[in-house]
């Protein structure tokens, strides 16, 4: 397997811009997880799905963030308008079981100028 | 709200010294336990888990922990440093938080310098 794939590894964007993230996970894995990372806050839980469906969003910072999952290998978090405060890596993370090992992607490393 | 402590951001250890990493958790319920490592640039790979069964856990790269219900600690251990231990540790543990849900908070991270 792949590993959990996501794309595109950098992305530099302007304030105002809508900046679109992607993630495929671990085909079987029922749960996704996308997270957020910073120096100044560390790894922070944005939302995480289970067989599709958004579970708890209670970490997406505001409004102008929103995530998808359209299918089993599929989910994107958007960010509409961004802001420099977005700047961080974000990564993406699949599961098999709510409690087992997650397996993370490599990132998308976000600079909004 | 569960926390998840790690004392020290940053831990400094000679090359064949013992590494030690501190993890402390907040929860009534002796919950999961995981260390991950991640290097540079890439994202968390799990080191270890503990799942209820014993309480002293082997993980990948001679890495080992103990959970201690008394101390509320997961504190992460390896006898002897290499210089390709370098890396940042995050602990994190997984409390079950009612309707069959599970919350699952990380630490802030540790990073492992290793000196030659």
């Known amino acids: 397997d792949a590993g959990v794939i996501q794309s595109p590894r950098h992305e530099v964007t302007e304030m105002g811009q809508e900046v679109t993230l992607r993630c495929k996970p671990i085909?079987?894995?029922?749960?996704l997880f996308w997270y957020r990372q910073t120096m100044m806050r560390g790894l922070e839980l944005l939302i995480y799905?289970?067989?599709?469906?958004?579970?708890?969003d209670s970490g997406m910072p505001e409004d102008r963030f929103s995530a998808k999952m359209p299918n089993a290998s599929f989910s994107t978090l958007k960010i509409q308008p961004s802001e420099p405060r977005d700047s961080a890596v974000y990564f993406c993370a699949s599961t098999p079981a709510r409690v087992d090992e997650q397996f993370f992607g490599p990132g998308t490393r976000l600079t909004v100028l | 709200a569960q926390s998840v402590t790690q004392l020290g951001s940053h831990v400094s250890v000679s090359e064949g010294a013992l590494v030690l990493l501190r993890c402390n958790y907040s929860?009534?319920?002796?919950?999961?336990l995981f260390w991950y490592v991640q290097y540079p640039n890439q994202g968390l790979q799990l080191l270890l888990k503990?799942?209820?069964?014993?309480?002293l856990v082997k993980g990948i790269n001679g890495f080992e922990a103990e959970f201690k219900k008394s101390e509320t600690s997961f504190h992460l251990t390896k006898p002897s440093a290499h210089m390709s231990d370098a890396a940042e540790y995050f602990c994190a543990a997984a409390a079950y938080s009612g309707a069959g849900s599970y919350q699952l908070t990380f630490g802030k991270g540790t990073k492992l310098s290793v000196i030659p």
């Open positions: 929860s009534s319920v002796p919950p999961y």
């Open positions: 085909s079987g894995h029922d749960y």
């Open positions: 799905f289970n067989n599709n469906v958004p579970i708890d």
């Open positions: 503990y799942t209820s069964a014993a309480t």
